[in-house]
Nanobody, 124 residues
Framework: QVQLVESGGGSVQTGGSLRLTCTIS????????MQWFRQAPGKEREGVAV???????DYADSVKGRFTISKDNAKNTLYLQMNSLKPEDTAMYYC??????????????????WGQGTQVTVSS
């Protein structure tokens, strides 16, 4: 059974940083696409960053240059380093995984495995 558990969310001021962590267990596929996506109240879900099993990344335009996705394979952990945070980054952040390694950031609805989310709040 695949489980993804997010942590690291919190409240920060504009310009601050946070690092989100997604601990992954039970994922036995060799190939993968892993994504961070977010959803703010009253807004559609938005793909944020993708990392695939070849090491390729993909980012939403709104976070390019500020967010970095990475993975520690030894720890089975996915990260999202978020710098220069803005109030519009406020949302619930989720991680997702799927063996369809070709999935990109705009295909966030196609992931098979999801976590429960961690809240990020950025105040001005």
């Amino acid at each position: 059974q695949v489980q993804l558990v997010e942590s690291g969310g919190g409240s920060v001021q504009t310009g601050g940083s946070l690092r989100l962590t997604c601990t992954i267990s039970g994922y036995s596929y060799t190939k993968y696409s892993m994504q961070w996506f977010r959803q703010a109240p009253g807004k559609e879900r938005e793909g944020v960053a993708v990392l695939d099993s070849d090491g390729d990344t993909d980012y939403a335009d709104s976070v390019k240059g500020r967010f970095t996705i990475s993975k520690d394979n030894a720890k089975n952990t996915l990260y999202l380093q978020m710098n220069s945070l803005k109030p519009e980054d406020t949302a619930m952040y989720y991680c997702a995984a799927d063996p369809k390694w070709w999935l990109r950031v705009h295909q966030h609805d196609l992931y098979k495995y999801w976590g429960q989310g961690t809240q990020v709040t950025v105040s001005s």
